[in-house]
């Protein structure tokens, strides 16, 4: 298990993380909303924290808080073109069912 | 699922709740729209891939406007109702328009009012109208490519237009239903873009010719703030002029006479432009003519073609001297040259501005996209996307503040051209033995008399205690934030008695005819809107009551006590009975009663799974990461 991202995904990423000047990696997590949902987190990261787990893929260092983990462990990172929104989505295994955008998910 | 950007360090957003914000460089020849993802700002292309939308709106009989390339392709066929170059009316008057409207193709109908417009077959048009289309399209661009609602835009303007012209650009952008954070000068937004905002300091030229105008701006940055020093141009010189340079030259090369229709000289320009750009990658173009009865076949080379825009350049570079005098500085004293607009793609005019300026120009970020960059890069802060205070590019007061003294006169408070945010204090007394009021009347204007100056508020400070005249103390403080907001309020040092007002001041609309139009377009927009909230809220509702109850029939048992239980029971209930009704603030309050409710409940299942998760693993395979 772990984190991976796709060759595009970690294209965009590094781009992205170039234009921005510094950073360490991309943070991804969880948060909770309200009742039971929960809701991705993507930040960029500038310090990683001592209990954050480290994953490494194509390139790109992934930093998740070890709560979150249990919610995403597996998750593999895209970046598509929907239209002409694009953007990063996470084919997450664990979520069983999705609000109806898809921003907020139960496991 | 929904497709995410990056966001920086903890300012992730929650679902439903994106604050997605543009920057709009609405320009005389083209506009664009920009905005910041995951942490880097760019311009959106439509769907065909195209960043420029040309600012040209077509007005048809029975249908909506045509906004944009298939406008302009139109231009030549249907002169009288295809409107470019609307940026050079927005904001004139009649008087102005006589003067600018001779050299446009179009029809103009006097109004009743000091607002000129344009005789189209689908009614007359005024310039904010026409304006707002060009803005609706933008708009409708960055909705579908950012999927949501936009929170905010901010809309370039020159650094030379005026009031009148400032305030015709924020009609165009309310009338296409676009929340304007702030209008900012194209010459700061193009520094921007350059990041130059985050330098200490340093004097900046920024070059811009676009289509039809040539603006030159000498900026200071002075911690963090841009000054314009001065500026300088051409309104009626740009790129369009050396596609007229070309297209005479063809002309007289071709033997075609001047007597050519309207249509004609559009295609002979369009073919004009067609070389020029072509002449930025290559020597030497090859041209056809086909129009009339006799073709003609023939080239241009980069020498000559440098002799025929030569005297153009020459015509910006008078402006350049005079923004250098006015600001009081010599070239060298320049830190950088930024170049903006199409046009200075040509090669000529990077030569010529390196050689006036002594340096070589910023010209790294497309010229075209530069502006609507810097705007995109000032909205994304002004949407609150960035952590601290990044960026915060300081505005300008347009006109003074001032209250009314004794014998209906102005007394400034805040001058013109003041920075923003700004306080600024001034003490008054009482005028008669034993007053207890005063009245404070909050105007806005150069203008010494009252009456000649617009007026923003009137209150009155109370309980002033009884005194001698003169011997009251009354502070009176005028303070505008970064969004232009005005608070007044007025104290009495002695006593403590105070009174407070809050107005917006430089948006009064006084013209009638935009109150009717606004009016107008927001009759049914506000029933719409109403609809669609009240719907939006009923589905979050919905959306609620599901969760919830599937969250309880798991979990209810195990992690809630009774009386926990029954209270989100009640939340649930009283939900969904004002969900059926049609109360909009009602059954957002009980979403957000019902949210707070379940905020332990959630907080444990996720402990909870946690638990579950971890159970059976020991703790070294998470520190570990495997």
């Known amino acids: ?33 309200g009742c039971s949902g929960l809701a991705y987190v993507l930040e960029f990261a500038d310090d990683i924290d001592s209990e954050d787990v480290v994953f ?34 996470f084919e997450n295994p664990n979520v069983k069912d999705e609000c109806g955008c898809g921003e907020s998910f139960t496991v | ?112 009012s000091q607002m000129p417009r344009i005789h189209t077959v689908s009614g007359d048009r005024s310039p904010v109208e026409i304006s707002a289309e060009i803005l609706k399209v933008l708009k409708q661009r960055a909705e579908s490519t950012l999927g949501g609602e936009l929170t905010g835009a901010v809309i370039t303007v020159p650094a030379y237009f005026d009031d009148a012209q400032r305030q015709a650009t924020k009609d165009a952008a309310r009338l296409a239903g676009l929340h304007v954070f702030r209008l900012l000068n194209e010459p ?212 003074s503040l001032g209250i009314e003294i004794m014998g209906g006169m102005t007394e400034k408070i805040i001058p013109r051209n003041s920075t923003i945010p700004i306080a600024k204090a001034q003490d008054f007394t009482t005028f008669k033995d034993g007053q207890t009021a005063m009245s404070i009347h909050v105007v806005q204007g150069e203008r010494e008399m009252v009456d000649d100056c617009r007026s923003l508020a009137r209150f009155e400070l109370r309980d002033i205690p009884p005194m001698a005249a003169g011997g009251a103390r009354i502070r009176v403080t005028y303070q505008v934030d970064a969004d232009g907001l005005l608070s007044v309020n007025a104290r009495e040092q002695t006593s403590g008695v105070e009174a407070h007002v809050e107005v917006k001041p430089s948006y009064g609309l006084t013209d009638n005819e935009i109150e009717t139009m606004l009016k107008d377009s927001f009759a049914h927009a506000r029933e719409d809107m109403d609809a669609r909230n009240l719907r939006e809220q009923q589905v979050d509702a919905d959306r609620l009551i599901e969760s919830v109850t599937a969250a309880l029939a798991a979990d209810g048992e ?8 029954t209270a989100i029971l009640a939340a649930l209930a009283n939900l969904e009975a004002v969900r059926q009704g049609s109360d909009l603030q009602a059954i957002k309050q009980a979403i957000s009663a019902t949210d707070a409710v379940t905020q332990d409940f959630a907080a444990r299942r996720m402990d909870a799974g946690m638990r579950k998760a971890l159970t059976g693993h020991t703790l070294d395979e998470f520190t570990s990461g495997k």
């Open chain 2, 1 to 112: 699922m929904a497709l995410l950007q990056i966001s920086e360090p903890g300012q992730s957003t929650s679902p439903h709740e994106h604050r997605l914000a543009v920057g709009i460089d609405l320009g005389t020849t083209n506009s664009l729209v920009a905005t910041v993802r995951s942490g880097s700002a760019d311009t959106l292309p439509d769907a065909t891939g195209e960043h420029l939308l040309p600012s040209v709106v077509r007005y048809l009989t029975d249908a909506e406007p045509v906004v944009g390339r298939a406008a302009l392709e139109a231009a030549a066929s249907d002169p009288l109702n295809t409107i470019a170059s609307v940026k050079r009316l927005m904001g004139r008057g009649v008087a102005d328009i006589r003067h600018i409207g001779e050299t446009l193709p179009y029809e103009f109908v006097a109004g009743e």
């Open chain 2, 188 to 399: 700061t937004a193009a520094a921007v873009a350059y990041g130059l905002d985050q330098k200490p300091e340093g004097i900046y030229a920024i070059y811009d010719l676009g289509g039809g105008t040539f603006d030159i701006s000498i900026l200071r940055l002075n911690r963090g703030v841009f000054e314009v020093m001065s500026t300088a141009g051409d309104s009626a010189l740009g790129g369009d002029d050396m596609d007229h340079a070309v297209a005479n030259w063809m002309m007289q090369e071709a033997g075609i006479s001047g007597s050519a229709g309207r249509g004609e000289l559009r295609a002979l320009a369009r073919e004009g432009r067609r070389v020029k750009e072509a002449l930025t990658d290559s020597d030497v173009v090859n041209i056809e003519l086909n129009q009339g009865d006799r073709p003609w076949r023939g080239e241009l080379n980069v020498d000559a073609f440098n002799r025929l825009v030569d005297p153009l350049i020459d015509r910006t570079l008078v402006p350049c001297k005079r923004a250098l005098r006015d600001a009081g500085i010599k070239a060298d004293e320049i830190d950088g040259v930024v170049l903006v607009g199409g046009s200075t793609r040509v090669r000529r005019v990077r030569e010529r501005v390196e050689s006036f300026f002594g340096k070589p120009p910023l010209a790294n970020i497309d010229p075209d996209r530069v502006v609507a960059i810097g705007a995109a890069l000032q909205a994304d802060v002004l949407a609150g996307n960035k952590s601290e205070d990044e960026m915060l590019l300081l505005d300008i007061t347009p006109l």
């Open chain 1, 56 to 89: 490494e893929s194509q390139g790109v260092k992934i930093l998740v808080d070890p709560k979150s983990l249990v919610y995403i462990d597996g998750t593999e990172l895209d970046y598509t073109k929907e239209g002409l929104n694009e953007g990063f989505k």
């Open chain 2, 558 to 565: 195990e992690l809630l006590d009774d009386a926990e239980r």
């Open chain 1, 1 to 33: 298990m772990g984190i991976t991202l796709t060759e595009n995904a970690a294209q965009h990423v590094n781009s992205f993380m170039q234009k921005r000047g510094k950073g360490v990696g991309l943070r991804l997590g969880v948060k909770t909303t």
